[in-house]
Antibody, heavy 120, light 106 residues
Framework: VQLVESGGGLVKPGGSLRLSCAAS????????MNWVRQAPGKGLEWVGR??????????DYAAPVKGRFTISRDDSKNTMYLQMNSLKTEDTAVYYC????????????WGQGTTVTVSS | DIQMTQSPSSLSASVGDRVTITCQAS??????LNWYQQKPGKAPKLLIY???NLETGVPSRFSGSGSGTDFTFTISSLQAEDIATYYC????????FGGGTKVEIK
């Protein structure tokens, strides 16, 4: 069971970036998936979640990113995405994807994280 | 949004000590509360799920209790390898982490 994030990098304020989370070893289509971030020296912050398509495929977001970030999934590619627009310096963080739940059961699987730096 | 208030923000204890961390939700979250351990540079690791259930493979010195708004996480006998930051997380509806508790050895 594995999650691998990619797509992090350096971007200027106001710019955009798309992160990917590739899943393997489990039935991705059944999973509700999270994005969680951690700014340098700070605590964990939940970013957003996408439900399985069978549960509606809907998304929820934390207030600081709502309207700027969009989570999507492609079950045919076992991949989740985080489209980040209008980036701010305070979005600088390590971004993790994780499994939220599968059929309501908490599952502890996290990616290794990808670093996003927003700086001019 | 539900707010999660975790305390203390840091603590220092001796090996063998009993360590307790509390987490308070701003409204009733039933049992939908997880506890994570995070070591520097690593992803979080789930220790306790649904407030009081020990994740498979986690040592029995870790435990959790509570429901509703008040939750407690306990390390019954602190070990050197337990040095880490611990987070509570409400995971239903809009998930939210507590602020974290950094545990150090005295």
């Amino acid at each position: 069971v594995q999650l691998v994030e990619s797509g992090g990098g350096l971007v200027k304020p106001g710019g955009s970036l798309r992160l990917s989370c590739a899943a393997s070893g489990f039935t991705f289509s059944n999973a509700w998936m999270n994005w969680v971030r951690q700014a340098p020296g700070k605590g964990l912050e939940w970013v957003g979640r996408i439900k399985s398509k069978s549960d509606g495929g809907t998304t929820d977001y934390a207030a600081p990113v709502k309207g700027r970030f969009t989570i999507s999934r492609d079950d045919s590619k076992n991949t989740m995405y985080l489209q980040m627009n209008s980036l701010k310096t305070e979005d600088t963080a390590v971004y993790y994807c994780s499994i939220h739940t599968i059929f309501g059961v908490v599952i502890d699987v996290w990616g290794q994280g990808t670093t996003v730096t927003v700086s001019s | 949004d539900i707010q999660m208030t975790q305390s203390p923000s840091s603590l220092s204890a001796s090996v063998g000590d009993r360590v307790t961390i509390t987490c308070q939700a701003s409204q009733d979250i039933s049992k939908y509360l997880n506890w994570y351990q995070q070591k520097p540079g690593k992803a979080p690791k789930l220790l306790i799920y649904d407030a009081s259930n020990l994740e498979t493979g986690v040592p029995s010195r870790f435990s959790g209790s509570g429901s509703g708004t008040d939750f407690t996480f306990t390390i019954s006998s602190l070990q050197a390898e337990d040095i880490a930051t611990y987070y509570c997380q409400h995971y239903d509806n809009l998930p939210r982490f507590g602020g974290g508790t950094k545990v150090e050895i005295k």
